[in-house]
């Protein structure tokens, strides 16, 4: 082992002679002897040493609800771990705030109108560049096992094991390589148990690898699992400040849109329905937890106020519901890396694809570039490099995911990908030339919730917002309305930070090649 050691130090202290005296014949040739041996001796005694990377992404998991950030309606005590002994990112935002879109950011390090998938029912172009090939390709073992969602089958990966679509919350029959796999019970815990399977089993020990765990919870229409069908059950959830906005301090788009409680939670969405899909015995536990509350529906004579108060109450139930099994779930996967061992050399990433409305301005969804939706939950760990409960502030952007992976990696990014590697921010080494302001930019409309195309730019302390398909503009002082409910575009004192934010703006969609 020492002998290696050696030969190794000579190779490479012999590399910077060589380079610095390229005159001279005799060490070079020397360094070429060295390098050759090492390379010869080196697989015999060493296995790749670089981390382990366990990326979490859940669906939809606003940072409203999770304790680390402070929630005022639920606990996650598993996600909170990665907070404790890693870092919590307090302002990771995302560059188009829906589920495919953000995915493909992920996979390829570069805005929508460059991967292609701008809209929810794209297919995804599974031969471009992305960041599990370039793991892979790298030595690294890679698996995908959870929720897709991109309507190809997907690239990259030694092995899969996905939702069909959205997948259901129960009895997923789930797509691999090999065809079909037929599963009953709760898709948050099965995805979990095929991922501690894939860990235990299927993983080559030889390789570091990159997992893609991804849970489909708490995506729409929140159907919690059996063991948390009665959490929460007699308990008042705070209520928003802004679950009444009126729309009234905006430009038109706000008003306009369909994913408000008050009007577009359906039937299935409420369980005023019985779910489809469910076995007898899942059903019949499913019907017997909203039975009282379903009966007390009947007999209630509500106001238009109160019916919204209800709605909210039965909606956010719900979703925290959904958020406590993938909470616990998370758990699980943490524990087993402690007992496995491999906790020591894994970086661990907790995410949403984005974030989203728990009654803020009175909606659910995501869409908007208003913080709710636009800013996404970020937790990383990783022992030994980044300082156990620590937080950081600076602009982090799900653009730079793919990029940092590379980096964790010690893989070379490719200069097409357009994030920055956040590795200086978590090592507590922010550069100075970091970003001052991001670039989002969202494109579905009409359907399915009438949320018109924008993009805009924010900056510490301004968002400035241009539905460009009308020509409107939307101005919010951050630091004096963090709650954006009054749109300073149109006052007269805002002239001159509108123009300084309009030249930014330009800027950053031609550095960002976004001339649509
Ligand atoms: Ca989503």
């Not at 998991?61 to 598993?78: D, E, F, L, M, R």
């Not at 890679?142 to 897709?148: C, H, M, N, R, V």
């Not at 729309?247 to 409680?261: F, L, N």
């Not at 009175?362 to 570039?369: A, L, P």
Request: with cysteine.
């Amino acid at each position: 082992m020492n002998g290696v050691f050696d030969w190794q130090m000579m190779a490479v202290s012999g590399i910077k002679y060589s380079v610095l005296g390229t005159s001279l014949r005799l060490p070079t040739l020397s360094v070429s002897l060295t390098l050759l041996l090492s390379i010869f001796l080196l697989p015999a005694v060493a296995k790749d040493s670089r981390p382990n990377i366990l990326f979490i992404m859940s669906d939809d998991h606003g940072y409203q609800a999770i304790s680390a950030y402070g929630s005022k309606v639920n606990k996650t005590p598993n996600i909170d771990r990665l907070a404790k002994e890693g870092m919590r990112l307090d302002r990771c935002f995302v560059t188009n705030s829906i589920c495919g879109p953000a995915r493909a950011v992920i996979l390829t390090g570069k805005y929508s109108h460059l991967n292609g998938y701008t809209v929810n029912e794209k297919v995804f172009n599974g031969q471009q560049q992305t960041v599990p090939k370039l793991l892979q390709a790298s030595g690294y073992q890679t698996a995908l096992i959870g929720k897709w969602h991109l309507g190809s089958d997907p690239t990259g990966f030694d092995h899969w094991h996905i939702l069909q679509g959205q997948g259901p919350y129960y009895n997923p029959a789930m797509k691999t390589a090999k065809g079909i796999v037929k599963h009953t019970g709760y898709t948050t815990e099965i995805i979990t148990d095929l991922t501690l399977d894939w860990l235990e089993k299927g993983r080559d020990k030889e390789k570091p690898f990159f997992l893609m765990y991804q849970h489909k919870a708490p995506h729409r229409n929140w159907q919690p699992g059996p063991k948390y069908l009665d959490h929460y059950k007699d308990v008042e959830i705070p209520e928003p400040e802004t679950l009444f906005d009126d729309y009234s301090g905006r430009a038109s788009p706000a008003a306009k849109q369909k994913m408000s409680i008050a009007n577009d939670l359906t039937d299935d969405d409420l369980k005023l329905s019985p779910p489809k899909g469910l076995n007898p015995e899942q059903l019949e536990a499913f019907t017997k937890a909203y039975q009282e509350e379903n009966d007390f529906l009947k007999r209630a004579r509500f106001t238009k106020e109160g019916f919204i108060r209800w709605k909210y109450q039965r909606y956010v139930k719900d979703y925290l519901r959904c958020i406590d099994a993938v909470d616990d779930n998370v758990g699980r996967v943490l524990d087993y890396l402690d007992k496995s061992g491999l906790a020591e050399n894994t970086v661990v990433i907790y995410t949403s694809d984005q974030g989203w409305y728990l009654g803020e301005h009175g909606w659910y969804d995501k869409r908007w570039m208003y913080e709710e939706s636009f800013r996404t939950p970020l937790f990383i760990r990783w022992p030994g490099k980044i300082k156990p409960g620590s937080v950081n502030t600076d602009m982090a952007m799900n653009l730079d995911f793919a990029e940092t992976f590379l980096d964790i990696a010690g893989v070379k990014v490719p200069t097409d990908m357009q994030g920055k590697s956040l590795v200086p921010l978590l090592t507590g080494n922010t550069p100075t030339d970091w970003r001052k302001s991001v670039y989002y930019h969202y494109y579905e409309f009409p359907q399915p919730h009438h949320v018109h195309p924008h993009y805009g730019i924010r900056t510490e302390r301004y968002k400035l917002i241009h539905f460009y398909t009308i020509d409107e503009w939307e101005l919010f002082d951050l630091e004096k309305d963090p709650q954006e409910m009054k749109s300073i575009y149109a006052e007269e004192g805002s002239k001159a930070i509108v123009e300084e934010l309009k030249k930014g703006l330009v800027g950053l969609r031609k550095q960002y090649e976004d001339q649509e």
